[in-house]
């Protein structure tokens, strides 16, 4: 039976054809590369929510705060950075996939937690102590 399938090149190319943009719009709507750049920052947001609580835990203790920088402390491969500036502090990172980063004009945003908010969101400026601009 199977000795009875003759293909031409012309019914292979034509198969290919019909086959090839299909293709090409599964990978454009998959993009493996925009889906492990959002779970970095899905990641990212848990890191900087868990060390914004290692802060305020320190802080609410009534420890001496060994945190007051005024320069962005950075640690890690993703650069987990906090800054504190009197009994304010914010911890960001990095945001990397252009579904994090759509909201800011020259796409660049922090992942961003501010004590003075209570909250973890994303900022399009270097953020700082004190209130931030979310953009969501």
């Known amino acids: 039976m199977l000795s ?3 293909f031409s090149i012309k019914d292979l190319l034509i198969a290919f054809l019909a086959l090839f943009p ?3 719009l599964a990978v454009a ?3 493996p590369a925009e889906r492990d750049a959002i779970a970095r920052d899905k990641e990212s947001s848990g890191l900087v929510s868990y060390m914004a609580r290692l802060i305020n835990q320190s802080v609410s203790a009534g420890t001496p ?3 007051k920088l005024s320069e962005p402390n950075c640690s890690g491969d993703e650069k987990t950075c906090y800054l504190v500036s009197g009994s304010g502090y914010v ?3 990095k945001a990397q996939s252009l579904a994090w980063r759509q909201y800011c004009l020259d796409g660049t945003a922090f992942i961003t937690y ?3 908010e209570n909250r973890t969101d994303i900022v ?3 953020p700082t102590p004190g209130l931030q601009e979310f953009v969501n």
């Open 4 to 6: 009875k399938l003759k």
């Open 22 to 24: 299909i293709f090409v």
């Open 29 to 31: 709507v998959y993009n």
């Open 65 to 67: 705060n060994p945190y």
């Open 91 to 93: 911890v960001f990172t």
């Open 114 to 116: 501010s004590s003075s």
């Open 124 to 126: 399009c400026a270097l």
